[in-house]
């Protein structure tokens, strides 16, 4: 299932209505940081397990 533009345009459109366009650059933030917190911790836990596994 491929998204196109209009669907993009329209999920933007219904952030924007919902939440603001004050809160949006916030809502942005949270989220970037919360994909980067997630993406470290993987790559924690992948170390700890390559560190345990001698083979």
Do not use: N, Y
Not at 37 to 45: G, L, V
């Amino acid at each position: 299932m491929r998204v196109g533009f209009q669907e993009i345009l329209f999920i933007l459109l219904m952030c924007l209505l919902l939440f603001g366009a004050k809160r949006l650059p916030e809502i942005g933030r949270a989220l970037g940081k919360t994909i980067k917190e997630f993406k470290k911790s993987i790559k924690e836990i992948d170390i700890e397990e390559k560190k345990e596994d001698p083979s």
